[in-house]
């Protein structure tokens, strides 16, 4: 008999572990957010990360009166858009905070507006994108302009 109620207990234990270690892989696979898939990402405001883009170098031949924009993923690569347009601050760097998805990656470039002023590099050749991935809300995001 105290075999049996063992036996009984035993497997009654098992069966009450079983089920808690479903249910707590249950819940961190809807909590858990994976941003390669994209779509399963919960739109929520403190869902967001914001960035300050800052360039802090410009071309010497940039002048005085152009705009500086940044277009990427973010805006499907729309130069011109003035919802990324970079502020001018005091000390000539330009800066602009960004409204982003954490952990997923960046890709941008800059522009003065047109699709035949992106930035270059420093001997004029087409640049390659920049990519950052916000890891922390408020990260700054540090650039230089090698040419237009």
């Known amino acids: ?4 109620l063992f036996f009984a207990f035993l ?3 098992s069966m009450i572990l079983v089920s808690c270690s479903i249910q ?10 994976d941003s390669s898939k994209g779509n399963d990402y919960i ?7 914001y960035i300050t883009f800052v360039i802090s170098s410009i071309p010497s031949e940039t002048n005085e009166n152009d705009d500086i924009y ?17 502020t001018k601050n005091s000390d000539d760097s330009y800066s602009l905070k960004v409204k982003v998805v954490p ?4 890709k941008y470039k800059y522009n003065l507006g047109t699709f035949n002023s992106i930035e ?15 890891r ?11 040419a237009w």
């Open 24 to 33: 707590t892989s249950e819940v961190n696979e809807v909590n858990s957010i």
């Open 120 to 134: 270059k590099d420093f001997f004029g050749n087409e640049r390659s994108n920049r990519i950052f991935i916000p």
């Open 11 to 13: 497997i009654s234990f």
């Open 43 to 49: 739109i929520d405001e403190n869902n967001f990360f």
């Open 103 to 106: 952990n997923k990656e960046i």
């Open 70 to 86: 940044i277009m990427g993923n973010f805006n499907n690569w729309f130069p011109g858009d003035e919802n990324y347009r970079m």
């Open 1 to 4: 008999m105290k075999k049996f």
């Open 136 to 146: 922390f809300n408020d990260d700054i995001v540090d650039d230089q302009i090698e």
